[in-house]
Structure formats: C-alpha cells, structure tokens
C-alpha cells in the first residue's frame, strides 16, 4: 500500500500530490518539493510541523 502526502491538507495552495512506499521515503520527497516549489530549508522544518505532515499522511 502507497502513502500518499497532498500538500493542500497542510494548507499550501497547492495540488502537488507526493506518494511513497513508506513514510521515511515520503518525509525526504517532501521535504524535497518544499524546499524546491516552496522555499523552506528542509533543515529547519521544526518538530511542530513535521508532527502535523505525519499526520497528513494518508494510506492509499
Ligand atoms: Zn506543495
């Protein structure tokens, strides 16, 4: 079963929809486009957020 993590539930207005196969591999293609389409360091994202991209994660 596929992850899947949709940037819109973390209140971006955006449609990019980011899948893995486990969620160690979503957090790092996450942070990936955050970093690229959304100018946040990957470094500084505090544990705040991350708690709440976890619970944005979503089982296909
Ligand atoms: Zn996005």
Same mark, same amino acid.
């Given at each position: ?18 899948? #893995? ?12 486009? %955050?970093? &690229? $389409?959304?100018?946040?360091? #990957? ?12 619970? %944005?994660? &979503? $089982?296909?």
């Amino acid at each position: 079963m596929a992850k899947v993590l949709r940037c819109r539930d973390l209140g971006m207005d955006c449609p990019k929809e980011i899948r #893995a196969q486990t969620e160690d591999e979503l957090l790092k293609l996450a942070a990936e486009h %955050a970093e &690229k $389409d959304h100018g946040f360091s #990957a470094a500084m994202i505090p544990p705040s957020i991350l708690a709440m991209v976890k619970s %944005a994660i &979503k $089982d296909e």
